[in-house]
């Protein structure tokens, strides 16, 4: 008999079953992002839902303010793309400012999607996964969403210092032009202030090596040249910078389904740490 000629394979979808269904999950004060197994596409709609006669924006400025409202889009959005049987694991990503109160109310909300476990990570950390930067060295993270903006210093992989303002690609108010200028120096301030306060080099470091853009700002005109210029260092946007969140969520995804130990029970794992203020080092 001839030996036979080993076929190549072909890409497939991650299987869709009771064992590794889950959730790549992006939560944004304009856009909800999601990504399911089994689907190759992302879904992307306005972060909106309607009830009691009008339109309700639930998430505002990286804050759920109206979880049942989140509920209610999550359950819009997904429910009927759920598998009949089992739950999903689910993956979220949270402001790296977040902190408890944002991981509370957000576990409340997605409860709607019967997860068996829930994991957040800080949006900074599924940026570097989505282009599978190299976390051996301090980076820094810049995420310009349409109501906030962060800027997020990963050490290790860990998110060791961050800040975020209040503002994003949304906040018109003037000229338009005026947009890409207020964000460029509201991060240009957040950047000087963690290098006034970083006792290490890492912050420079950071800064040197280039720091990485997300968020649908990075898609803004100006903007990528305007911080390259005003941080004096290369910047770089990362493809398709407003899905990033939850392509790198979805990698991750898939690496938790790999070591089913770390999602045996329903209580929730954190990757996150809960910074509220800049941590001098």
């Not at 819009?76 to 109310?105: M, Q, S, W």
């Not at 006792?199 to 720091?211: F, Q």
């Amino acid at each position: 008999m001839a030996p036979t000629t080993p076929v190549p394979g072909r890409h497939r979808s991650w299987p869709w079953c009771r064992q590794c269904s889950g959730i790549a999950l992006d939560l944004g004060s304009a856009r909800t992002r999601a990504w399911t197994s089994g689907r190759r596409m992302i879904l992307d709609v306005p972060t909106v839902t309607f009830h009691g006669g009008g339109a309700v924006y639930p998430i505002r400025r990286g804050a759920i303010v109206d979880t049942p409202g989140t509920a209610l889009m999550l359950d819009r959005l997904l429910g009927h793309r759920l598998p009949r049987f089992g739950r999903p694991l689910l993956i979220l990503t949270a402001p790296v400012l977040g902190g408890v109160a944002y991981r509370a109310e957000a576990r409340v909300a997605v409860e709607v999607l019967r997860p068996r476990a829930v994991l957040t990570i800080p949006t900074a950390r599924a940026v570097a996964s989505a282009v599978d930067a190299d976390l051996s060295r301090p980076l820094l993270v810049v995420d310009i969403g349409a109501h906030l903006t962060e800027v997020a210093l990963l050490s290790d992989g860990d998110v060791i210092d961050a800040r975020h303002t209040a503002l994003g690609t949304s906040d018109g108010d003037g000229p338009a032009a005026s947009a890409p200028t207020r964000i460029t120096d509201c991060v240009l301030a957040m950047v000087t202030a963690m290098l006034e306060q970083d006792r290490t080099s890492r912050t420079l470091e950071a800064v040197r090596r280039g720091a990485l853009l997300a968020g649908g700002g990075a898609l803004l005109p100006g903007i990528s040249c305007g911080l390259a210029g005003v941080l004096h260092a290369p910047l770089q946007p990362v493809p398709a910078p407003h899905t990033a969140a939850v392509r790198g969520a979805s990698k991750l995804l898939r690496a938790a389904h790999a070591h089913p130990s770390a999602t045996d029970s329903r209580t929730d794992t954190n990757t996150d740490t809960d910074t509220d203020t800049a941590r001098p080092r």
